[in-house]
T-cell receptor
Framework: QKEVEQNSGPLSVPEGAIASLNCTYSDRGSQSFFWYRQYSGKSPELIMFIYSNGDKEDGRFTAQLNKASQYVSLLIRDSQPSDSATYLCAVNRGGSNYKLTFGKGTLLTVNP | GAGVSQSPSNKVTEKGKDVELRCDPI?????LYWYRQSLGQGLEFLIYFQGNSAPDKSGLPSDRFSAERTGGSVSTLTIQRTQQEDSAVYLC???????????FGNGTRLTVT
């Protein structure tokens, strides 16, 4: 079983819609969860992190964590074409960024 | 301010040659990480440096891979006797400490022919 799984996509949504990206993980000891955005040919950039069960909102982004079900999701409200990128889910057993385990990423396309 | 700088941005080498990849972290960042991103794969952890502590080399795929960090700043990743399966984008990241967000460089795209 892969440690961190994401649907590779592509996920295609119209501009203004909500994009929902999902990630499941196998290690029940995971404590910290991150979402990175990676534009084609560019380096990953951190957009959200979450440590506790529930929702965490930051602008148009909401991260949702359910440790019992071992999934973490990212919602993007009012999607814009500039949100088109690959979204990487990363988890860590510890409470830090050290030695993150990444999923393969989901390609999101927002159509104008 | 300057971000994480990696060089070269692209490297094409022949199978069996050695290569050196360089990473210049953000000034003041004590933690430095190397990851590898192969086509269609997620980022794979290679090695982690934190201050003056011994590095965590547990992600290095073989003894052909080594890395060092001089003076707590610049790091070099060396791959000896390169193989075609080493072809990937090698990403360096740094953070203020191990609890702070990672800042990635633009990577070095390595192609082994």
């Amino acid at each position: 079983q892969k440690e961190v799984e994401q649907n590779s996509g592509p996920l295609s949504v119209p501009e203004g819609a909500i994009a929902s990206l999902n990630c499941t993980y196998s290690d029940r000891g995971s404590q910290s969860f991150f979402w990175y955005r990676q534009y084609s040919g560019k380096s990953p950039e951190l957009i959200m992190f979450i440590y506790s069960n529930g929702d965490k909102e930051d602008g148009r982004f909401t991260a949702q964590l359910n440790k019992a079900s071992q999934y973490v999701s990212l919602l993007i409200r009012d999607s814009q074409p500039s949100d088109s990128a690959t979204y990487l889910c990363a988890v860590n057993r510890g409470g830090s960024n050290y030695k993150l385990t990444f999923g393969k990423g989901t390609l999101l396309t927002v159509n104008p | 301010g300057a971000g994480v700088s990696q060089s070269p941005s692209n490297k094409v080498t022949e199978k069996g040659k050695d290569v050196e990849l360089r990473c210049d972290p953000i000034s003041g960042h004590t933690a430095l990480y190397w990851y590898r991103q192969s086509l269609g794969q997620g980022l794979e952890f290679l090695i982690y440096f934190q201050g003056n502590s011994a590095p965590d080399k547990s992600g290095l795929p073989s003894d052909r891979f080594s890395a060092e960090r001089t003076g707590g700043s610049v790091s070099t990743l060396t791959i000896q006797r390169t193989q075609q399966e080493d072809s990937a984008v090698y990403l360096c990241a740094s953070s203020r400490d191990s609890n702070s967000p990672l800042h990635f460089g633009n990577g070095t795209r390595l192609t082994v022919t």
